[in-house]
């Protein structure tokens, strides 16, 4: 199975660096970046859809990864839009790795 990204599907909603959300301030020890969200879709677990949003640093920002079809969104649309509620899992990155991972890509 091969996936593509569909460029075309969000030119509006292309993530880019203002999008990301400015962390709380807080201690260092205990910040963090909001790194993927899976969401389900259905009556239980056992029935319904999974979708993913996962940020890339090496693939450009937020892409949603439904089946075989790999979509480009933005920051705003994971943490406000239709998926926001039914967040299943959620991964967070330490903050000073994400610096790192940024200044790598």
Same mark, same amino acid.
């Given at each position: ?24 301030? *807080?201690?260092?020890? /205990?910040? +963090?970046?909001?790194?993927? !969200? ?9 029935? %319904? ?9 090496? *693939?450009?920002?937020? /892409?949603? +990864?439904?089946?075989?079809? !790999? ?9 406000? %839009? ?24």
């Amino acid at each position: 199975d091969q996936m593509e990204v569909d460029d075309n599907e969000n030119n509006n909603n292309m993530m880019v660096e203002q999008d990301m959300p400015t962390p709380t301030p *807080g201690l260092p020890e /205990h910040t +963090y970046q909001l790194q993927s !969200v899976v969401s389900h879709h259905g009556n239980s677990a056992s029935f %319904g859809h999974y979708v993913a949003d996962v940020f890339r640093f090496d *693939g450009g920002g937020w /892409h949603r +990864y439904d089946d075989t079809r !790999v979509i480009r969104t933005d920051a705003r649309t994971v943490m406000t %839009g239709p998926n926001s509620s039914n967040g299943y899992i959620l991964t967070y990155l330490y903050q000073p790795l994400w610096e790192g991972c940024k200044a790598e890509k």
